[in-house]
């Protein structure tokens, strides 16, 4: 009898929890996808915040009487002195022209009076003061108007965060229902093992140390699935990266930046992605450790 | 351990009664007191319900009226967190048996020990020792579905006293096993009230009775009669 390892007193064939753990790890990839998309959107709305704050531009038309080099020297002479410019430069006919290309085909403009830009770089420290700087070019130089983007940048901003929000939802709700099948799967087991549970009782064992032999097996379900589900999404965001050559742009690159971005980008990447076994493990063990505690409470 | 009222011995109830739901009254106005140390018989016909007795002994029901009182007290006033450190103080044995059929003889006889936080190291000789007396070494590593109806009674009966209780409830503990077999048992019983166990054993066995010569509470139709 020397070594002799006591077999578990609570059976492990009596409510398997395979389902449970099918379930979780289903779980478990939604939130990793989830993550990641809020992960994207975040970086999203950095770079457009960050990228429009930094330029604006000045759009100078073709006035009848008025000769546009002319107008737009000024322009530019007049941006240059203005506190908070940090740099200017005249945007070529022809780069115009292609930024017109998507509405109107690669035709020749030469006859069309197109719009001729100045993109202005501003000292993000000590923006100029938009609608001085408005008043004045819209005074002194014929035909001119400024671009600040802001009206470009508030509907992005507010499209990203709707879609950040939702992201939230999602994992809110995946967490809510993660928490309904553990408590199922748990009454399931109770169930299952009611007569062990009984003399188990009977023979002076406490709540705690049942609840004790039941859930380590909620905590290991837990962890597999977690850790089953971030395999996946991980997968799934490479698979995304390969659907699309670089630079393309889309799902492909986000997914890519997901994976292989900078390492101090990259590790804050991954470790959001390693809290989904951590919380599936939390949310595993918690649940059913209340939810047994509370069940055998009505057990005499 | 908890001091045990002077006057109300180990097990005291007064007028005690019980039915199941809307049904019959099964136990009526059972009152009776059994002392510190002492050794009884529970006898009567099948359905006078001396299993359901026994079940509110070992606090597996509650009375819907009178009094019972265990070690000096009132079980009606026991806190439900409390009931495990109490029932570690009785032993049982079940008409059914009642083993795990996951674990071997020897881990269901050392069951109530497990449960009690000790160390399998610790216990592993008494547990032996224990199976050794009742028959049961060869057994050990055997799991109850494979066991006879002797056997299976002989290691219920050894996972009741493993924990050396101070009250032991046994529900026909020699149902399943021949005379000689019987008469082992009940020296067992015997030797463990030497020991200080309170002894109650609900039973048909006459033989069993008379061997013993200990007082009998008698059964008949939910209804206590002294013999």
Request: a positive charge; aromatic letters at 6%; one cysteine or more.
């Amino acid at each position: 009898m020397k070594g002799h390892r006591p077999g578990p007193v609570i059976p492990a064939r009596a409510g398997s929890l395979r389902s449970l753990t099918v379930t979780m790890a289903v779980m478990c990839y939604l939130a990793c996808l989830a993550i990641g998309a809020l992960i994207l959107i975040n970086r999203a709305i950095e770079s457009w915040t960050g990228g429009l704050a930094r330029e604006v531009t000045v759009q100078v038309r073709q006035l009848r009487d008025a000769d546009i080099q002319a107008e737009l020297e000024k322009a530019e002479q007049l941006l240059q002195s203005f506190p908070g410019v940090a740099g200017t430069a005249i945007l070529d006919r022809d780069a115009g022209a292609k930024l017109l290309e998507p509405w109107l085909g690669n035709r020749n403009l030469d006859d069309l009076p197109v719009p001729r830009l100045i993109r202005v770089t501003v000292n993000t420290e000590a923006p100029p003061d938009y609608t001085s700087l408005a008043a004045a070019l819209e005074s002194e130089v014929k035909g001119a108007s400024l671009d600040t983007h802001r009206r470009w940048q508030a509907e992005l901003t507010r499209m990203a965060r709707a879609l950040s929000l939702l992201s939230y939802a999602v994992l809110f709700l995946i967490c809510v229902s993660a928490i309904a099948i553990v408590i199922f799967a748990t009454r399931t087991v109770l169930d299952a093992n009611r007569p062990v549970v009984d003399v188990l009782h009977l023979v002076g064992a406490k709540d705690g140390y049942i609840s004790r032999q039941i859930d380590g097996r909620f905590l290991k379900t837990g962890l597999w699935a977690g850790l089953i589900g971030v395999m996946l999404g991980l997968i799934t965001f490479l698979l995304l990266g390969l659907t699309g050559p670089e630079g393309a742009g889309g799902v492909a690159d986000a997914s890519r930046s997901l994976l292989f971005s900078a390492p101090e980008i990259a590790i804050w990447s991954y470790s959001v992605l390693l809290m989904v076994p951590i919380a599936a493990t939390l949310i595993s063990l918690i649940t059913s450790r209340v939810t047994l505690i509370r069940m055998l409470k009505d057990v005499r | 351990m908890a001091p045990t009222g002077r006057s109300d011995g180990l097990v005291r109830l007064e007028n005690v009664g019980l039915r199941y739901g809307h049904g019959p009254e099964i136990l009526k106005d059972v009152s009776f007191r059994m002392e510190a140390g002492s050794f009884r018989f529970l006898t009567g016909p099948s359905g006078a319900g001396k299993t359901s007795l026994l079940r509110l002994l070992f606090l597996a029901l509650k009375p819907t009226r009178g009094m019972i009182r265990l070690f000096g007290e009132d079980v009606a006033a026991f806190d439900r967190a409390r009931l495990p450190l109490l029932r570690r103080r009785i032993g049982v044995v079940f008409q059914e048996f009642r083993l795990l059929d996951h674990l071997t003889t020897y881990d269901n006889v050392a069951l109530p020990l497990r449960v009690a936080g000790k160390r399998e190291s610790r216990y592993r000789d008494d547990v032996m020792d224990l199976l050794s007396w009742v028959g049961l070494t060869e057994q050990a590593q055997a799991y109850p579905p494979v066991l006879s109806g002797g056997e299976k009674q002989r290691a219920a009966i050894a996972r009741a006293v493993i924990g050396k209780p101070e009250l032991l409830l046994a529900d026909e503990p020699t149902g399943n096993v021949d005379p000689a077999l019987a008469r082992r048992l009940l020296h067992l019983f015997v030797e463990l009230n030497r020991l200080g166990t309170t002894v109650l054993i609900a039973t048909h066995d006459h033989k069993l009775v008379q061997q013993a010569k200990a007082p009998v509470l008698h059964l008949e139709r939910g209804e206590l009669r002294a013999r």
